[in-house]
């Protein structure tokens, strides 16, 4: 597998990805064994969540048979959490990396109540300019339940601090 062995981050996902190993990114959910979970930037629908791999690689071809199926595991597992924690009615995927040249997954509930002419479309239908923006005091109580079912589900990692704990303030 090729490795994130640059000294400048060249992606959004290689500056979060560095933030997590550096405690200091505030939308951590858990360190799973291909990355790390975290709630998206802007929450669209409420727990909207992304799987960055440590190391970063530009694609999921780049992984190895193994790591690609530990990576595609996590991201399911982060489903599996997502259905059980949200009560959501299904989990959206998706895999692009065009906007942001390095793999990460998107991890997308679907609620039941959202607006009915979203309700059945794509992800990218909403306006996420306009969506709330993550704040880890408002999704505190998710992450600690998706944190103990991704636990229970046998997917994470030890941290050696608990998510969101070394944040930058707002």
Known sequence: MKTD????????????VSEARAERNP?????????W???GERQFVRGYALL????VVPNLNALDVRERAAFLTDMTRLGDALLKVTAALRINYAMFGNEEPALHAHVIPRYLDEPEPLRAAHPWAYDWKAAPAFERAAYEELGASLL???KRLGVTKPMRFA??????GP
Do not use: C, K
């Open 5 to 16: 062995a640059t000294a400048e981050p060249l992606t959004r996902i290689h500056r979060q």
């Open 27 to 35: 939308r951590v959910i858990a360190r799973l064994y291909s990355g």
């Open 37 to 39: 979970a975290v709630f």
């Open 52 to 55: 960055l791999p440590d190391p």
């Open 148 to 150: 103990q079912e991704l």
């Open 163 to 168: 998510p969101g704990a070394n944040a930058p």
